[in-house]
């Protein structure tokens, strides 16, 4: 379709190439693609591993690469101390590792979150760690020191903070869609100051503030030479301009709680709608206000992952939920395949070296072939389970356990 790009993430490279960084959640292009190099598809806690770091605390942030710093967010158990952990991605030794943020009171999270899930965003000279409304961090990767710092951003999210922030030229935005408050802010990302603030203003249908807390984090478009920063939340998802925080569209749903990072090809924005039977929506990106009724060109009610986000590969879409693999069509959501896989997920799977890998709460990681049949590869195991997704530079998988983070590498 003419008119509509993709605004693939990649941050500004100097001197490194761009295969060998994993500035962001899900990657360079956002979506859980890695570069075509070939990465190991077996492993286990004696093969392939060039070296195993212990990684204190709880925290389900997805590690972040550029050059040869890997960062990632940790927190203790309790919440009341929210760090930044640096690795050498060449020997696997902490060169950071510093207590940001401390808590006197931290609210409750669930079991299944942790109080440092949202992923770091990394460009050249800077790291941006953020823990929701406990506070946004902006260090210098060379020594470690906060450059900025915000904790006036308020929320309750009620069951702990998940979305991650982006950087979009000097921006940084970030979600916060809470118990009490549902609002996004795009802030200086060289000062911290806020440039825009945008409230929801969606119609929730119900007073319980559980029904309106989302874990999004959005993705960049552009239609008819024209950004548009794609921003699902509870009940709804919503196009804005990026520049103000100006609404283009909107799509409602029942759903809420939405984790998954949306996707865009074929002309289409695929959205996920998150717990309370989770459907996933394909969307023509073109309209103007309300096109619920418009503009959305199909919807896949079964078997939709709650948290993981999918994969679109070529022509068609994979995703996990409650270990049932499932492929359908991106043009039509037509199911090609479904197979039973075992354990519960909550990481992304990711494309690598032409294989999908899934990654259990259990540890185990199914590597499997793209295509219109499922043709699994290998099933590898660690001692612990992921609930972090996967990063990938160079020909090397960077995978966080609940406990460690792992270089798996031939």
């Not at 060998?20 to 075509?36: C, I, L, M, V, Y």
Request: glycine fraction near 10%; proline fraction near 5%.
């Amino acid at each position: 379709m003419r008119g509509i790009v993709c605004l693939v993430m990649i941050l500004s490279v100097t001197g490194v190439n761009a295969d060998q960084n994993w500035p962001q959640f899900r990657g360079p292009s956002a979506d859980g693609h890695a570069a075509s190099t070939p990465v190991a598809v077996s492993w286990s806690e004696a093969e392939n591993v060039a070296w195993k770091t212990p990684i204190h605390g709880r925290g389900w942030s997805s590690p972040v690469i550029w050059g040869d710093q890997i960062w990632m967010g940790t927190a203790t158990e309790d919440g009341k101390e929210m760090s930044a952990v640096c690795v050498d991605r060449n020997t696997g030794k902490v060169l950071h590792d510093r207590v940001l943020f401390r808590n006197a009171e931290p609210r409750f999270c669930h079991a299944l979150n942790s109080y440092a899930s949202p992923t770091p965003v990394i460009e050249a000279g800077r790291v941006y760690v953020h823990f929701g409304s406990y506070g946004t961090a902006c260090l210098d990767t060379a020594t470690g020191k906060t450059l900025w710092e915000r904790r006036d951003l308020p929320c309750h999210h009620w069951r702990g903070p998940g979305s991650s922030p982006i950087i979009l030229d000097n921006m940084l935005i970030v979600h916060f869609d809470g118990y009490d408050l549902q609002y996004l802010v795009a802030l200086d990302k060289r000062t911290g100051k806020t440039i825009w603030k945008k409230d929801r203003e969606i119609d929730y249908g119900t007073d319980d503030g559980d029904q309106m807390k989302a874990y999004c984090t959005p993705i960049v478009i552009e239609v008819d030479g024209q950004q548009q920063l794609i921003s699902p939340a509870a009940k709804a998802a919503i196009a804005y301009n990026p520049r103000n925080g100006e609404e283009i569209w909107r799509v409602r749903f029942a759903q809420h709680s939405a984790t998954a990072r949306p996707l865009f090809g074929h002309g289409l924005v695929f959205i996920n709608t998150g717990f309370g039977k989770a459907q996933l929506h394909a969307v023509k990106p073109t309209g103007r206000g309300d096109v619920t009724d418009s503009h959305v060109v199909w919807r896949v009610t079964k078997s939709v992952p709650s948290m993981p986000s999918q994969l679109l590969i070529g022509d068609l879409i994979y995703m996990i939920h409650d270990g049932v693999a499932t492929c359908v069509e991106a043009k039509t959501g037509e199911k090609v395949w479904q197979e039973r896989l075992s354990g519960k997920y909550s990481a992304s799977p990711i494309f690598a070296g032409g294989h999908i890998y899934f990654l259990s709460q259990q540890g185990k990681t199914t590597v499997v072939k793209p295509g219109r049949t499922y043709q699994e590869v290998a099933v590898n195991e660690l001692d612990d389970g992921f609930m972090a997704s996967p990063a990938v530079a160079g020909t090397a998988l960077f995978l966080r356990t609940k406990k460690h983070l792992y270089r798996i590498e031939n």
